[in-house]
């Protein structure tokens, strides 16, 4: 099992920047990939950026390239979100997953194990 807890969240305006944090615990040395998801009102949780747990390999979804950066520290076993230029549809509750799979990608059938979820709401 790996326990993922999930901070940093809060309220910006448009251009502003936020950095999340999710501490993981637990049995974090079966862990391959780490993540950032996000699930806005109405919609469906989708994938922001993926790190690999093992060299670092890095994911990102369209939108958020150039904006925000993904970053893993694995002796403080715990991973971040930087984000930068905040704008309004990047307003959702961001979850942090941890995958077991060494096939996993950004699809969220890989991730095992979630946050509680934290929000970013950012107004124009």
């Known amino acids: 099992q790996v326990q993922l807890v999930e901070s940093g969240g809060g309220s910006g305006q448009a251009g502003a920047s936020l950095k999340l944090s999710c501490a993981a615990s637990?049995?974090?040395?079966?862990?391959?990939?780490m993540g950032w998801f996000r699930q806005a009102p109405g919609k469906e949780r989708d994938v922001v950026a993926t790190?690999?747990?093992?060299?670092?390999?890095?994911y990102y979804e369209d939108s958020v390239k150039g904006r925000f950066t993904i970053s893993l520290d694995t002796a403080k076993k715990t991973m971040y979100l930087h984000m930068n230029i905040l704008k309004a549809e990047d307003t959702a509750v961001y979850y942090c997953?941890?995958?077991?799979?060494?096939?996993?990608?950004?699809?969220?059938?890989?991730?095992?194990?979630w946050g509680q979820g934290t929000q970013v709401t950012v107004s124009d």
């Open positions: 997953a941890a995958s077991t799979n060494p096939q996993a990608t950004g699809d969220m059938k890989f991730y095992d194990f």
């Open positions: 637990g049995r974090t040395d079966k862990t391959y990939a």
């Open positions: 790190i690999r747990w093992v060299g670092g390999r890095t």
